[in-house]
C-alpha cells in the first residue's frame, strides 16, 4: 500500500504555502510508488479535476521536479518548451498558466511533490519558491516523525510481547516507551496517535505484568508522564525540555506536579513510584 500522511497535514501545508506565497491555488500528494504520484489534496481550487491525477516521474512539471529532486517551475504552462505536456487538459480546465512544484524529498528519496499556481502568467519570484519550499519541508517532518513512530511501534510490540525479557532488553523497552512518548505531541494523524498512546500503555502493563503490584489509583497528565518518561532516563530538566519541544521552566513545573501526585520527594521517588504504580515500564 502507498504511504499516506493524514490529510490534515497535507492541507496545513498547502494552506501555508498559499498564505506566506500569495498564490491561489496549491494542491499535492505523495508517491504511491518509485516513480507515481498522486494528487490527493487541493487547496483554492475551482475543480476536483486535478484530484486523482496521477503524476509520473519525469512527466509535466511536477514530474520533472521528482525526477530531478528539486523545485521547478514555469511562466506559463501550456507554452512551456522545458517539459512535457501530459497534463495539459486538466491543467487548462482549472485555469492555471504559472506553476511551481517542489519535491518533498526525506533521506534522499522523493516522497511527493507539491504544487503552487496563479491563473495568469507570471513569472515568480524568490519568494514564492521559498515559501513552496517551506511548505514541501512540513510535509518531509510530518513523514520523518511518521517514519520513526512506525519503526518505533514495530521494534516495541516485538519487545513487550515477552514480559520475561532480559534486564538489558527491558531497558530497551523503557528507552523506547520514552521516545514514543516524546513522538505523540508531534502527530498530527488522530488515528496514528491513538495508536501510540495504546502501545505505551501496554508498555507501562507489561511492567506491572513481570512484578504485578496494587494500583495506587494516581493518575499523571499525558505532559507528566513524558517529563518523567524523560527523567527515568536520565535526562535533566535541559535535556527533557529540548526533547519534549518545551521550556526548562514548563518540565519543572510537570515534574513538580507528577512528584506531588506520586507523593514523591525526589525525582528518583517519582520515577520508583510511577513505575510500581504501573505509569513507566
Keep these: 500500500m502507498p504511504e499516506s500522511v493524514d490529510a ?44 486523482g491525477l ?30 512535457s505536456h501530459e497534463y495539459d487538459l486538466a491543467v487548462a480546465e482549472e485555469g492555471l498558466r504559472s506553476v511551481v512544484a517542489v519535491p518533498v524529498v526525506v533521506r ?24 513552496a519550499v517551506a511548505a514541501a519541508r512540513d510535509v518531509e517532518q510530518a513523514l520523518v516523525v511518521r517514519d520513526e513512530v512506525q519503526q518505533l511501534l514495530a521494534v516495541t510490540r516485538e519487545q513487550v510481547t515477552d514480559p520475561r525479557a532480559a534486564p538489558e532488553a527491558w531497558e530497551d523497552v523503557r528507552e523506547a516507551h520514552r521516545e514514543l512518548r516524546a513522538l505523540v505531541p508531534k502527530v498530527v494523524d488522530p488515528a496514528l496517535r491513538d ?15 513481570r512484578t504485578p503490584k496494587p494500583s495506587s ?3 499523571l497528565a499525558p505532559r507528566e508522564l513524558d517529563v518523567l518518561a524523560c527523567v527515568a532516563a536520565g535526562a535533566t530538566n535541559a535535556v527533557a525540555a529540548e526533547r519534549l519541544g518545551l521550556r526548562p521552566e514548563t518540565v519543572k513545573g510537570y515534574l513538580r506536579s507528577a512528584m506531588r501526585k506520586l507523593g514523591a520527594h525526589t525525582r528518583l521517588q517519582a520515577v520508583v513510584a510511577a513505575r510500581r504504580a504501573g505509569l513507566l515500564p
Design 8 to 51: 490534515v497535514e497535507m492541507q496545513a501545508a498547502l494552506l501555508r504555502l498559499r498564505r506566506t506565497s500569495g498564490l491561489p491555488v496549491a494542491f499535492g500528494g505523495l508517491l504511491a510508488d518509485a516513480r507515481h504520484a498522486r494528487i490527493a489534496e487541493l487547496n483554492g481550487a475551482q475543480t476536483s479535476v486535478l484530484r
Design 54 to 83: 496521477v503524476i509520473s516521474a519525469g512527466s509535466g512539471l511536477g514530474g520533472k521536479a521528482i525526477a530531478l529532486s528539486r523545485p521547478c517551475a514555469v511562466t506559463d504552462y501550456h507554452s512551456s518548451r522545458h517539459i
Design 108 to 131: 534522499r528519496r522523493v516522497r511527493g511533490v507539491l504544487y503552487g499556481a496563479l491563473r495568469e502568467p507570471i513569472t515568480l519570484g524568490d519568494r514564492t519558491f521559498d515559501a
Design 195 to 209: 495508536e501510540l498512546l495504546a502501545v505505551c500503555g501496554l508498555l507501562a502493563s507489561a511492567a506491572g505484568a
Design 217 to 219: 489509583g494516581v493518575q
